[in-house]
């Protein structure tokens, strides 16, 4: 401790901060490569001798490259790598159709437990009865939730959920005799959808939406054709509203003989509120990451769960879990099905570890905690709503929205401000921005999805705070936001040179001297 | 709630903010005859303490694999994964992190996703790795419909050994998208004809090494056939810790190498979540599927990195895009690249040599059970054993003494009776001289 140094006090500030040497700034730390401070002699692991030599014939591998560090060294480049990220625990993150709710620890503890964490997918199925009793466990909350008979668990996350749904729509088609080829997806609609939909050969066909942004089911049936396999509806829809004509354009695809697909993207603004499968929906995915909040990790991994309706059930993709007089069991096999299972997503029996979190979120809250947040996320998304329509414009005028409210750049023409250069302003503020350009059907959009987890407080302040950019934006100040951002760890980059000149990898430099030569 | 920050008081001031009366008027738009009138029949909110009761009585019920004698292998594998691992990928600002669109506030995720890339790259020998797909079968069956992409022809040959539920994952996507599928059948020998199975439509050939039996396959030959006829070879590897001591499929003339990055870094869970690796040859970087990181500069001309190349994805192309993949493994590959920096090519040559070793000894150990045979003449750290007896009803017996001694094969594929009395037996640095003994001796009795 230094006990005889003095006190600091403020004194008076440079007029610019200096360069330093390094390039770092206090606890901002530039980090190298490890290609760049690594060396393939080292090891950050300790590892007994081998008690064999090999023997691999010819197949014996020579140099591979691949640097190591020590452990020290490690821990310390990965901590200062984490530090030039954004996560919800750094504040606000109102990432429009993401859900981007807390955390909580107690699941990452609960999904580490040995029993969960660290039993093999082969196994004998007698030696994990508790994990046979959680898929199930997971399996009732879901259907309960969704009010719909069957869940398939295996998808690995939303889009791979869509793919399962589909593949069940295609198969029941099929088992009907049927080959239909048209798909017909909302303009508004996440592109997993249309790409899902192609995957499978189906062709694509756009449905427009109405001038309040939601599907008019009159123009759906406009679309309606024999050859219709599905409609694929996001509900509520990207631009933050319920589809209140859903049970009309459910009647009119089941009408025509069509199924309905539900991305369920946004089923957490309506978690005890309302039940898709009363709303005539044939298969929905819920993404466990966002509704069940299972961390998004910087991109994964989720889980994409498929509920499906009774005349989709049969179709449910291997494995899943039975009831029967022999209690919990896998079944794992088409002979040992009852249905026609549609065949089988990926290895093994999908995300467990996201199982157990979303279970742990589910429990932790319960009937009443869920609605509760549903509530509170529309809650909040309409106070931000309602707090900045006098500044900033509503594409489908100034009505109730869900839980996430779409802003388009209306508002900013003429200010020489875009939605880019107002995102990137956000980040200077200590904010991530909301996800801009999209929905595609809405010019320039900010689609705000504060979630359940934000308090008022803390919500009064981002208000503030955009109220203040946005007078910004229209007074003209155009350099707070056309080189924002100014404080980030990274100021704008150039992402046209990394898609004309990619530069994927590392590639060990060419010493000047040979390049010369 | 302790997980909701509104009070009571906060949502009337806000319901009056916004005009409305209550918080019913905010839902008017969902059907009024649909909206649920009481709650959902399920439990009420849970403390903490409560939770961890419940969900600690159904982990309770299993037998964790660090708490016998471990064999089981098949596609994921019981390896140490070193402490700081788990509590680096913890850190918040990863685990909390989205996708990084916004690459001014993620350069951390990026930049460790660009060292991923490059040690995926280096590991299989290939020239571009991509960001991760979801797991190695998923990652399979991308691949799979990439190499129609670039040949674009529609017949997929796969290897009879490999992985099943790999094999089943490839046909179920090329059944929905009416591509075809030639499907080899079983060779637990390891000896198969490939090469009779290639022809001018094909459009890939799917090979596993070690293949799921556990044989390790020089894919020259393959390559070779399969390039003069316009075909590309894609190597599935689900143990990459081989590729610490084993020639890595790039380095003999693999088009895609695809993989079940598990081994490094992650847990066993049950089956998932794990990341699956995918790399290619740069002239087919514009038809592969998932994320791809960049390094660019910025503004000031700093280093960073960016996603790129986005036009081949979903929330571009919408269904023109490669793939519909949009989450992937983020924090799965982390871990994975954190262990593999950790380990360096020292550590990693080291743990295979030991996994390599480990499995040489108990294959020695197993074959002088009586009644035993090991069908595997080249192995890394798993074998195949064929016990003359229903193998399924051995592995149970096996555990009912405390031993997990592995998959029978039967479980995989059931519907071939030539596999019933096959185990499929993994090591790896995770066992100790006292679990080999135990399994030896257990599997003695159990024969006797």
Redo the contacts between chains.
């Keep these: 401790m230094n006990r005889q140094g003095r006190p600091t006090e403020p004194v008076q500030a440079l007029a610019a901060a200096p360069e330093t040497f390094t ?1 770092n700034r206090a606890l901002r730390i ?2 190298a ?3 760049e401070t ?8 300790d ?23 020590s ?1 020290p060294e ?2 310390r ?3 200062r ?10 504040g606000v ?1 109102p ?1 429009g159709s ?1 859900t ?1 709710k ?3 620890r ?1 699941n ?17 199925q ?6 046979l ?2 898929i199930a ?1 997971l399996s009732r ?1 879901l259907c ?2 969704t009010g719909m008979p069957a869940v398939a668990l295996t998808p ?5 959920g ?2 399962c749904g589909m ?1 069940a729509i ?2 029941a088609l099929t088992a009907r005799g049927e080959k239909r080829s048209v798909v017909l997806v909302p303009e508004s609609a ?3 959808n ?8 189906y062709r ?1 066909e756009a449905v427009p939406a109405r001038e309040d942004g939601t599907v008019d089911p009159e123009e759906v049936k406009k679309h309606l054709s024999p050859e219709t396999a599905a409609i694929m509806l996001t509900n509520p829809n990207t631009c933050g ?4 004509d ?2 009309g354009i459910a009647e009119a695809v089941h009408a025509a003989g069509a199924y309905f697909y539900a991305d369920g993207a946004n089923f957490n603004a ?1 978690v ?4 898709p499968g ?2 005539g929906v044939d298969a929905m995915h819920i ?1 466990l ?1 966002k509704t069940f909040s299972t ?9 994409g769960p498929v509920v499906l309706s009774a005349a989709l059930a049969p179709f449910a ?2 494995p899943y879990v039975v009831n029967d007089k022999d209690g919990l069991r896998l079944v ?2 088409a ?1 040992d099905a009852q249905g026609k299972p ?13 199982f ?1 979190r979303a ?2 979120y ?12 549903s ?2 996320a ?3 998304a ?2 931000v ?3 900045l329509c006098d500044l900033m414009s509503l594409p489908f005028g100034d009505r ?1 929205c ?1 839980h996430e409210v779409l802003f388009d750049d209306h508002w900013l023409d003429d200010s020489g401000v875009s939605t880019l250069d107002f ?2 302003a956000m ?1 200077d503020e200590g904010y ?2 909301m996800t801009m350009y ?1 929905p595609l059907v809405v010019h320039g959009a900010m689609l705000i999805e504060p979630t ?5 407080a ?1 919500l009064d302040l981002f208000i503030a705070a955009l109220r203040d950019l946005a007078m910004a934006a229209k007074q003209g100040d155009t350099a707070r936001f056309s ?1 924002a ?1 100014y404080y ?8 046209t ?3 004309r000149q ?5 590639v060990k430099p060419v010493p000047v001297k040979e390049a010369a030569e | 709630m302790r997980y909701l920050p509104l009070t009571p008081e906060d949502r009337s001031q806000m319901l009056a903010r916004i005009g409305v009366a209550d918080i019913d008027a905010l839902f008017a738009d969902i059907p009024v005859e649909k909206r649920l009138k009481a709650l959902p029949d399920l439990p009420l909110t849970k403390s903490e303490i409560e939770v961890e009761r419940t969900l600690g009585r159904m982990a309770g019920k299993n037998v964790a694999a660090g708490s016998a004698p471990f064999f089981v292998g098949c596609g994921a594998y019981k390896h140490h994964v070193p402490a700081s691992v788990d509590h680096l990928i913890q850190r918040s600002e990863f685990l909390t992190s989205y996708t990084p669109y916004q690459p001014e506030i993620a350069q951390g995720t990026l930049h460790y996703l660009f060292e991923f890339q490059t040690q995926v790259a280096l590991l299989t020998g290939m020239e571009v790795a991509n960001a991760s797909m979801y797991d190695g079968s998923t990652a399979t069956a991308e691949a799979v419909l990439m190499a129609h992409r670039v040949t674009r022809r529609k017949k997929a040959v796969l290897a009879g050994n490999l992985h099943p539920h790999y094999r089943e994952t490839v046909e179920t996507v090329s059944g929905m998208s009416d591509h075809a599928v030639v499907a080899l059948p079983p060779a637990p020998h390891g000896a198969e004809d490939i090469l009779g199975a290639i022809d001018k439509e094909t459009s890939c050939v799917v090979l596993q090494t070690p293949d799921v039996y556990g044989h390790v396959h020089d894919l020259r030959p393959i390559a070779e056939k399969a390039h003069a006829a316009g075909a590309l070879l894609i190597a599935v590897v689900t143990e990459v810790v081989s590729l610490g001591l084993v020639t890595p499929p790039g380095e003999m003339g693999a088009d895609i190498v695809v993989g079940e990055g598990q081994s490094i870094g992650n847990g066993l869970n049950f089956g998932g979540p794990y990341a699956g690796l995918f790399a290619s040859r740069m002239k087919y970087v514009r038809q592969m599927p998932g994320r791809l990181v960049g390094e660019t500069v910025d503004a000031e001309g700093k280093r960073g990195f960016v996603l790129t190349l986005s036009t081949r994805e979903q929330h571009i192309r919408r269904e023109k895009a490669t793939s519909n993949i949009c989450t992937n493994s983020g924090l799965c590959t982390l871990a994975f690249s954190i262990h593999l920096t950790l380990l360096g090519e020292a550590g990693l040559r080291r743990l295979a040599q030991v996994n390599h070793a480990n499995a040489l000894i108990l294959a020695e150990m197993l074959g002088a059970v009586p009644g035993v045979d090991v069908l595997n003449s080249t192995f890394f750290n798993e074998f195949t054993i064929r016990v003359r007896r229903d193998a399924a009803e051995v592995v149970e017996k096996l555990a009912a003494r405390g031993i997990l001694g592995g998959v029978p094969a039967s479980r995989l594929d059931p519907s071939r009776g030539e596999l019933s009395d096959l185990i499929i037996v993994a090591a790896t640095e995770a066992n100790t001289d006292e679990d080999r003994a135990a399994y030896a001796n257990a599997l003695r009795e159990v024969l006797a």
């Design positions: 390039g530039e980090e490569l490890i290609f690594g060396r393939t002699d080292v090891t950050g692991v590892i007994e001798e081998p008690k064999r030599r090999a023997r691999l014939g010819d197949l014996e591998r020579k140099a591979i490259g691949l640097p190591g560090l452990e490690a821990v480049h990965y901590v790598l984490s530090r030039m990220n954004y996560g919800i625990d750094s993150f990432l993401c981007m807390h955390n909580p107690l990452e503890k609960m999904a580490r437990l040995p029993g969960f964490g660290d039993i093999h997918p082969l196994q004998p007698s030696t994990v009865p508790g994990a009793e959680l466990e909350w309960e939730l690995k996350a939303g889009a791979h869509e793919l593949m295609k198969a996440h592109g997993t249309p790409a899902t939909a192609a995957l499978l050969g694509v509203l319920f589809e209140r859903v049970l309506i005890g509120k309302v039940r009363d709303l993404n990451h961390p998004h990790g910087g991109g994964g991994p989720g889980a993709p291997l794992e096999h002979a549609l065949g089988r997503m990926c290895a093994f029996h999908g995300q467990m570890g996201m157990v279970m742990s589910m429990l932790a809250h319960g009937a009443d905690g869920m609605r509760q947040a509530e509170d529309v809650l909040n309409n106070y709503r309602a707090t109730a869900m995102a990137k980040i991530h921005p999209f359940e987890s934000e308090s008022k803390s080189g951002p980030a760890p990274r100021r704008r980059l150039d992402e040179r990394a898609a990619p530069v994927l990898r590392w």
